[in-house]
């Protein structure tokens, strides 16, 4: 599976911005997918993450209430809603799949190339 993120560009606090990642190659059967970020100097941290198969989402409480994921199954696509920003949210946003809990730490396989977010003051 080949992961292509887009979307990513300069705003200002307070504007908007969606990020898309397409998932393309064999079947896509994956448990969900899931959006990271890295910011310069720092490690790379969890954004938010989709259930494929009812939805289901769940997101760092960083972004709670600012971002939305979503997915739209017959797309294989994955976005990533984000309002309200702030120069705190400025990172590399990199899209993955999930293969689910029972894989624990090595869950996220698949990586996309990240897309950049900058937000300025």
């Known amino acids: 599976v080949q992961l292509q993120a887009s979307g990513g560009g300069l705003v200002q606090t307070g504007g908007s911005l969606r990020l898309s990642c397409a998932a393309s190659?064999?079947?896509?059967?994956?448990?969900?997918m899931a959006w990271f970020r890295q910011a310069p100097g720092k490690e790379r941290e969890f954004v938010a993450a989709?259930?494929?198969?009812?939805?289901?989402?769940y997101s760092a409480n960083s972004v709670k209430g600012r971002f939305t994921i979503s997915r739209d199954i017959a797309k294989n696509t994955m976005y990533l809603q984000m309002n309200s920003l702030k120069p705190d949210d400025t990172a590399v946003y990199y899209c993955?799949?999930?293969?689910?809990?029972?894989?624990?730490?090595?869950?996220?396989?698949?990586w996309g190339q990240g897309t950049q977010v900058t937000v300025s003051s």
């Open positions: 993955a799949t999930d293969r689910g809990p029972p894989y624990g730490s090595k869950r996220y396989d698949n």
């Open positions: 190659g064999r079947t896509f059967s994956s448990f969900g």
């Open positions: 989709i259930s494929w198969s009812d939805g289901i989402t």
